[in-house]
């Protein structure tokens, strides 16, 4: 064994620039994977960040019946004491707050926007007070101040912002159904813009302040969701069922935010099958690269292997020898591929690659507004490092077992 | 030693058959040194082959020391070619990426041999085929005798019993070649190990202890000269 | 008595028969508009004029109806030809000939606007009982509207499950045609508009032929409902209002 590996690995000084070729392919290939999964995982890793505090929160409390009606945003099925509940919680050490989400049209006044206008929107009635315990989005104010309590203004998102031609002063109408279905326009100064870092919310964005929302709509003091927040690293699921105890008897479901994010999430999913298919790819190129050197390399020495098989060597240690030789490859491919992955990784994770001109105007899923930053991910390194080597290893089996196919004397006739 | 019996060796390309060896009897003693002659086409090439298990007869049988290798099977004529068979080769065939030294060792270390008894027998036999201070030599920085010289030390060091050397000669000048036989009868007599090699060159066949004239896949005559 | 509510189409299409009552109550009047709306049966034809931004559409329809509850209109014009829209006692239905497609409609699905018109399928079925949910008051006892003089009522809510928190309405004294009427949301702002543009006689009754729904806050867009032809208390077969019946 030991001979076969000195062996193995004086054969790849033997043609160094095409070895050093091959193991280029093979780093360039281990590099692309590392990066891509470090801006992915970054991607991933700041979007359910995103997600979390600018649209589900940890976890929220609905009326039972919310959750299937949702797209309508109906106001009926509300909480109908949200203070009550949010102080119980506060008893068991939650931070909760109250919103509302209403469904309406947005009109837009000539005098104010150059033309009319109408969109739908959602508008999200929020606690001045407490929602940026929960959420947050006072961080994101680029422009103007936060809400105050019940008065009649509004933040919205600075790309929708920039989508109507809305600015801090500018005057807007919401018209929405009030909670038993009255038609109800509210008007609404502008007078904050934030930026907000999930794409979704800032193009959409339009905030209200709670009891502005429930004197408009004649909520009667009720929210249609109650937010949470627990701890970065608690286990949401776990702590569901000790939140769901206390809402007992309220007619109340108390949902996580994966629950909520079931489609992000499975969106997520799909994407790191996508990160598959590169790291398939890869190993197509590693395969192909490698398959065909130690092609090369047998059958430029198909005397010498009549030699050494006529001298009584096996197959099986012929095999082990090439595959050695192809694993020295890989070895040096994944030794160059790890140290020019972790270089692109120190660029996407503290640099970034600003992808903002497709996420401005595109959904692509993601909960980040550009900024494409990695994450370090130790796991695919090593996982990277050590599938170089095997697969080149794995590969070479084939081409050796085709040189091993032929007779010794044509072997030893071979020029 | 060897025995060889009515072999026959076609060999089949494409339509035509081509009659390499058509029944060629033989038998071989331990310590001989014999020349298998002829002229090119002849089957020389054939025979040794088959003698060296590394190719398969149509008729006829081939005993080596007691074994019918003709009817073995693949790993078993390997196994039985680690043990007791060296090659020489025309071409040398050494390995270019290893050192003279490493091109004879490795054989001992396909048979699971100490280090240290490598290494000695290693540098022994180098010493006596004239190669002491070129041990670490790759072939490149060796003449064709030179490697030559490896390839039969390669052939030696497991002190097999046979040695089987295709025209060891042809790629060489005369001299050269001369020295090459004067090292392989050398060898012969010192380890007693039976050598069979091919030529067409006379002065090759002078050198033989038993000259065996192949033609068109037979033996013409069989004479001892010694 | 029972008033009640139509389709807005059966709604603003108006018995006519001249009577002058004299101080009746603002009730009573609306009462008597609403009845004089309300036929045994009725077949009708016409065609909607709807405006927006891009333009005008013209959608023509044929319409049956039996008492104040049940209806059904047929769209006839190329683009939409054989859409339907079933209204029973408690639904609404739509049928897409092309999809094969029946479509309960519910919820918020209501406050959409029939073939993208101002006239919500909402404004169809309303509160039936509109003088149990508003509070109805003469606001004026005479004022002109396109020369005809009118009775001005205000109907307030007096619940939160109407659209319309407050609608102001222009009756005409002598044949109780809707004139006029304004909706306004709750705190006060104008919505929706409804004006009868022309009157006409269709089969010897009074009706509002030409009437223009114009929404106030998307400006730009409005509805103008042609009334061609009517008769009423015909015989229909009452199969024609099930949902079997839908998708001949
Ligand atoms: N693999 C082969 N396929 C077909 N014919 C072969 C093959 N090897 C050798 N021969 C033929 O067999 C005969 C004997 O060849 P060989 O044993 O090589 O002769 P020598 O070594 O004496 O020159 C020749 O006619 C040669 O052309
Ligand atoms: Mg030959």
């Known amino acids: ?415 | 030693m060897i025995k060889i019996e009515n072999v026959i060796r076609d060999y089949h390309a494409g339509e035509t058959v081509v009659h390499a060896l058509r029944g060629v009897s033989l038998d071989i003693d331990q310590g001989e040194f014999i020349s298998i002659a002829g002229p090119s086409g002849s089957g020389k090439t054939t025979l040794l082959n088959l003698i060296g298990c590394i190719d398969a007869l149509d008729g006829g049988e081939i005993e080596i020391k007691g074994e019918k290798v003709s009817t073995m099977g693949k790993k078993d004529k390997t196994n039985f070619r680690r043990i007791n068979l060296g090659f020489i080769f025309q071409t040398y065939n050494l390995i270019p990426v290893l050192t003279a030294y490493e091109n004879v060792s490795f054989v001992l270390s396909l048979l699971d041999i100490p280090e240290d008894e490598v290494k000695k027998r290693t540098m022994d036999l180098l010493k006596e085929v004239g190669l002491e201070g070129m041990e670490h030599r790759r072939p490149s920085r060796l003449s064709g005798g030179q490697q030559q010289r490896v390839a039969i030390a390669r052939a030696l060091i497991k002190n097999p019993d046979i040695v089987l050397a295709d025209e060891p000669t042809a790629n060489l000048d005369s001299k050269t070649g001369e020295d090459i036989l004067k090292l392989m009868k050398q060898m012969n007599k010192k380890h007693n190990t039976t050598f069979v090699f091919s030529t067409h060159d006379k002065m090759v066949m002078d050198y033989a202890d038993r000259l065996v004239l192949l033609h068109d896949g037979q033996i013409m005559s069989d004479e001892r000269r010694a | 008595m029972k008033i009640k509510r139509r389709p807005l189409m059966i709604m603003i299409v108006m018995l006519c028969i001249a009577t002058t009552l004299s101080a009746m109550t603002a009730e009573q009047i609306m009462r008597e508009a609403d009845e004089r709306q309300t036929y045994d049966s009725s077949r009708s034809s016409g065609q909607f004029k709807i405006k927006d931004r891009f333009g005008t559409k013209v959608s023509t329809f044929d319409a049956w109806s039996k008492g104040a509850d049940e209806s059904l209109i047929e769209f006839t014009s190329v683009a939409e030809r054989g859409q339907k829209v079933l209204r029973t006692e408690d639904s609404i239905y739509l049928y897409y000939p092309d999809a094969e497609e029946l479509i309960r409609m519910q919820g918020s699905a209501l406050r959409q606007g029939m073939l993208g018109s101002d006239i919500s399928y909402e404004d169809m079925t309303g509160g039936k009982d509109r003088l149990s949910q508003y509070d109805i008051v003469l606001e004026e006892d005479s004022e002109l509207v396109f020369g005809r003089d009118c009775h001005v009522l205000t109907l307030t809510a007096k619940t939160r499950s109407v659209p319309y928190p407050k609608e102001i309405v222009w009756i005409d004294k002598e044949n109780f045609i809707v004139m006029r009427a304004e909706y306004y949301t709750k705190s006060g702002r104008l919505l929706k508009e409804m004006e009868t543009l022309s009157v006409g006689t269709l089969s010897g009754i009074e009706v509002a032929t030409e009437t223009r729904i114009s929404d106030k806050m998307k400006t730009d867009t409005e509805t103008i409902m042609i009334l061609d032809e009517l008769e009423v208390n015909i015989r229909i077969d009452d199969d024609l209002f099930s949902l079997d019946e839908l998708s001949w």
Request: net charge negative.
């Open chain 1, 1 to 415: 064994m030991k001979f076969l590996i000195t062996f193995a690995f004086k054969n790849l000084t033997r043609y160094k620039r095409r070895t050093l070729i091959t193991a280029g392919a093979i780093a360039v290939g281990i590099m692309m994977y590392i990066f891509i999964d470090a801006m992915l995982m970054g991607a991933e890793y700041e979007s359910v960040r995103n997600l979390k505090w600018y649209e589900t929160a940890s976890a929220r409390i609905l009326n039972d019946e919310y959750w299937e009606n949702r797209q309508q945003l109906p106001l009926d099925l509300s909480i109908s004491d949200p203070d009550k509940i949010i102080d119980r919680l506060d008893e068991n050490g939650i931070i909760a707050t109250k919103r509302i989400s209403i469904g309406g049209d947005l009109i837009l006044s000539s005098q104010e926007f150059g033309e009319d206008g109408n969109l739908p929107v959602t508008v999200t009635a929020i606690d001045p007070s407490t929602d940026n315990e929960v959420f947050h989005y006072a961080d994101t104010l680029i422009e103007g101040r936060f809400l105050e309590q019940d008065e009649d203004a509004a933040l919205i998102g600075s790309w929708f912002a920039e989508d109507i031609g809305a600015k801090i002063g500018s005057w807007v109408t919401v018209l929405a159904r009030g909670n038993g279905g009255f038609y109800e326009a509210i008007d609404l100064e502008i007078v904050g813009i934030l930026n907000c870092p999930n794409p979704n919310v800032n193009r959409t964005l339009l905030m209200i302040p709670f009891d502005t929302a429930d004197y408009y709509l004649a909520m009667d003091g009720a929210a249609t969701e109650i937010n949470i927040k627990l701890s970065d690293l608690a286990d949401v699921d776990a702590e569901l069922p000790a939140i769901q105890e206390l809402l007992n008897g309220d007619d109340l479901t108390v949902m996580s935010w994966t629950a909520m994010a079931r489609d992000y999430l499975a969106l997520a999913e799909a994407k790191r099958g996508g990160t598959g298919m590169i790291l398939f790819l890869i190993f197509i190129i590693a395969a192909v690269g490698i398959s065909n050197t130690m092609l090369m390399a047998i059958f430029e020495r198909v005397r010498e292997l009549g030699m050494m098989r006529s001298l009584g060597m096996s197959d099986a240690k012929i095999r082990i020898a090439f595959m050695l030789e192809a694993a020295g490859i890989g070895l040096l491919g994944s030794i160059m591929g790890v140290i020019l992955g972790i270089v692109a990784d120190f660029f996407i994770i503290n640099v970034g690659i600003d992808f903002s001109f497709i996420m401005r105007d595109m959904d692509i899923g993601y909960r980040i507004q550009g900024i494409f930053r990695g994450a370090w991910n130790p796991g695919t390194i090593v996982i990277a490092f050590f599938a170089g080597i095997l697969i080149s290893t794995l590969v070479a089996y084939l081409p050796t077992n085709r040189a091993l196919k032929m007779d010794i004397p044509s072997c030893l006739r071979h020029q």
